[in-house]
């Protein structure tokens, strides 16, 4: 059996057990709190119960996440290539990013509802906080770790600093930026629930599905819970793959990262 075939055949048994081990810790659970854990099928029932609901939560928190993502994407891209060109403006701004990173996300609700109003504007803002710190950092780091022997042979012919962003650093920090993304990709379903958890509403519709989490747990819901879950797992799911895509389109014919078979 090849290795393609047992990418595929291997993660199938695994979830094949993985759903064997869930009904066999329920079943061990003791009858009164069995209700805390519902079978896996339970959970798909709940889930086709209320299709429309669930589709339309993960699109509100799609979108969030999408426009919270893009818009870290575009700012940390044009402050990562402010940070690589001066040594002074890193050491000037960094500790501010560290600042704003180990603030926890959730202190910013309150602030932001109260400056945007709750909904799909705030929402992306706290997903745009989640995903930019990676972005920022890894892209930098690209940026400032060309080879040097390069960098002095494109002043060695007289290149232009424009030259010398475009045409070699920005090339050589890609793998750096795509990894940032990929972070980013995981991390801004999670910002979005969060913030629609935090700062979301139902306002002409079902909320995201950090406000179906509100509802479930408060109605002891728990199969549609898991289902909400599911969701979550599934919107992150599909960030990573456009992540890992562009990151294929972007790199496989050239970067070493990529087998050659790949190519």
């Given at each position: 059996m090849n290795k393609r075939v047992l990418s595929v055949?291997?993660?199938l048994l695994m979830g094949v057990v993985l759903i064997g081990l869930w009904y066999a810790v329920r079943a061990g659970m003791s009858p009164d709190r069995q209700y805390?854990?519902?079978t896996p099928d339970a959970v798909v029932r709940a889930f086709f119960d209320d299709y429309p609901t669930f589709a339309e939560a993960a699109l509100t928190t799609a979108g969030g996440a999408a426009v919270g993502f893009l818009a870290a994407v575009a700012v940390a891209t044009a402050l990562a290539l402010?940070?690589?060109?001066?040594?002074l403006v890193r050491a000037s701004l960094y500790p501010y990013l560290m600042i704003l990173q180990m603030t926890p996300v959730i202190v910013f609700a309150p602030?932001?509802?109260?400056?945007?109003?709750?909904?799909?504007?705030?929402?992306?803002?706290?997903?745009?906080?989640?995903?930019?710190?990676?972005?920022?950092?890894?892209?930098?780091q690209g940026l400032i770790s060309v080879d040097q022997n390069l960098v002095d042979l494109f002043r060695m012919c007289k290149a232009t600093k424009?030259?010398?962003?475009?045409?070699?650093?920005?090339?050589a920090a890609l793998p750096y930026f795509f990894t940032g993304v990929r972070i980013a990709a995981t991390l801004a379903p999670i910002g979005a629930i969060v913030g629609d958890y935090t700062a979301g509403n139902a306002a002409g519709g079902s909320g995201g599905l950090g406000f179906q989490i509100i509802v479930h747990s408060a109605r002891f819901e728990m199969a549609a819970l898991f289902a909400t879950a599911f969701c979550g797992c599934?919107?992150?799911?599909?960030?990573?793959?456009v992540a890992?895509?562009?990151?294929?389109?972007?790199?496989?014919?050239?970067h070493d990262s990529f087998s050659r078979t790949d190519r």
């Open positions: 055949v291997l993660p805390l854990l519902p402010l940070l690589a060109l001066s040594s602030i932001l509802i109260l400056f945007v109003g709750p909904g799909l504007e705030s929402v992306s803002i706290i997903s745009f906080l989640i995903c930019f710190f990676p972005l920022v950092v890894n892209t930098t424009r030259d010398e962003i475009l045409l070699l650093r920005m090339p599934a919107l992150g799911f599909l960030f990573v793959s890992l895509g562009l990151n294929w389109l972007a790199l496989h014919k050239w």
